[in-house]
C-alpha cells in the first residue's frame, strides 16, 4: 500500500479566534461541520487505500463540533494504526465534559494545543484536565505560538515545483467530504477569493472512491495550482486579530513588490529571496514528480 506521512481534516471550517493570517482563512470561512457518517465512510476508505502515519482532526476550531466525539471515533475505526490527533486552540477545552475525555483516552487520540497569545492563562488548566482524564497533550509550535506567517503572493509569480517542496504545509494533505487536497491552503483558498473577488486557482482536490492509492499520492507529491501564488520568502509578524482585510494574507515582500516585476522569487538551490526564510520541518517534504506541465 502506497504510504503517506500526514493527513488532516476540519471537523469545522470555522473558528472561535480570529487570527490575522490563518493559514486555513477561518476568520472568511463559513459556518460548516463534518458529519461523522462522512467522515466514517472516508477514514475507512483512506484506511484501504494509503497507509497513513498521523491523522489529525482540526479546522477552524473542532471543538465548535457537537459531534466532536463521534468524529474521533469513526476516525479511529477506520484508521486503526494512526497516530491520531485532535488540535485545538484550548479555549473550550475546559467546558468538555466526560464523554469527550473517554472518547479520547479510549481511542487513543491526543491532544495538540495551538495557544496563541491572548489563550495564555488557558495553558496551565489545560493540562491540569488532561492530566487528569489520562489523556497525553502536547503543544503545538512550542508552548505558545505568537506569531504567523503572511505567505500569499496574489499574483502568482513563485515557481510551484521549489515552493511546494520547502512551504510550511509541505506534506500537510487534507481530507474533505469524499476529496483529498494538496494542503489545506490550496482549499481554503475559495474563501479567500470569495471574499476578496479574486481568482487564485485552487487544488481541484481527487476523488477518494474513483482513484487507487498510488495515484492518489502521487497527486500529493505534485504542485498544485495554489502553489504559483504562495512564498517561502516568509514575512513572519505578531498574532493580532484579524480585521478582515485582504492584506493580512499577502507576503510583505509581495506588497512591497512592483506588479510589473516578474523575477521568480527564488531560484533552484537557493533559500528564499527575502529576509526571514524559515525550514518549517513539521512533516517530511515529499519528492515533487510527475510530468503535470508545471516548471521544473
Ligand atoms: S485559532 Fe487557529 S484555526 Fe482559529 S483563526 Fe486562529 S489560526 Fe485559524
Ligand atoms: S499551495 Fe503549495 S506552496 Fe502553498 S502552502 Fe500549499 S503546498 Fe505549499
Known amino acids: 500500500m502506497p504510504r503517506w506521512p500526514y493527513m488532516e481534516v476540519h471537523a469545522v471550517d470555522h473558528c472561535n479566534l480570529n487570527c490575522a493570517a490563518c493559514s486555513h482563512f477561518c476568520p472568511l470561512a463559513p459556518k460548516k461541520f463534518c458529519s461523522p457518517e462522512g467522515l466514517a465512510r472516508d477514514c475507512n476508505e483512506l484506511g484501504k487505500k494509503i497507509s497513513l502515519r498521523r491523522f489529525r482532526i482540526l479546522g477552524g476550531e473542532p471543538l465548535l463540533h457537537p459531534q466532536i466525539s463521534q468524529l474521533i471515533a469513526v476516525a479511529r475505526q477506520g484508521l486503526p494504526e494512526v497516530h491520531l490527533g485532535l488540535c485545538t486552540n484550548g479555549i473550550l477545552l475546559p467546558r468538555m465534559g466526560e464523554e469527550f475525555w473517554r472518547t479520547c483516552r479510549e481511542n487513543s487520540c491526543s491532544i495538540e494545543i495551538s495557544f496563541y497569545p491572548p489563550l495564555h492563562e488557558n495553558c496551565k488548566r489545560c493540562e491540569e484536565l488532561a492530566h487528569f482524564h489520562h489523556v497525553p497533550l502536547s503543544f503545538d509550535h512550542g508552548r505558545v505560538r505568537d506569531g504567523f506567517a503572511r505567505v500569499l503572493d496574489p499574483l502568482g509569480r513563485s515557481s510551484p515545483r521549489i515552493i511546494s517542496r520547502r512551504c510550511y504545509n509541505a506534506g500537510c494533505a487534507l481530507l474533505r467530504e469524499g476529496r483529498i487536497y494538496r494542503c489545506p491552503t490550496a482549499y481554503c483558498m475559495v474563501w479567500y477569493n ?103
Open 194 to 296: 470569495a471574499k476578496f473577488g479574486q481568482n487564485i486557482p485552487q487544488d481541484p482536490g481527487l476523488d477518494l472512491y474513483a482513484n487507487p492509492g498510488r495515484r492518489l499520492v502521487a497527486h500529493l507529491r505534485r504542485p498544485c495550482a495554489t502553489c504559483r501564488h504562495c512564498t517561502i520568502a516568509l514575512d513572519l509578524h505578531p498574532w493580532a486579530p484579524s480585521t478582515g482585510k485582504a492584506e493580512e494574507w499577502i507576503a510583505a515582500w509581495h506588497r512591497n513588490r512592483d506588479p510589473e516585476d516578474q523575477t521568480p522569487q527564488i531560484r533552484p538551490g537557493g533559500q528564499g529571496s527575502g529576509a526571514g526564510h524559515v525550514p518549517f520541518a513539521n512533516s517530511p517534504s515529499p519528492e515533487c514528480r510527475g510530468a503535470d506541465g508545471w516548471e521544473r
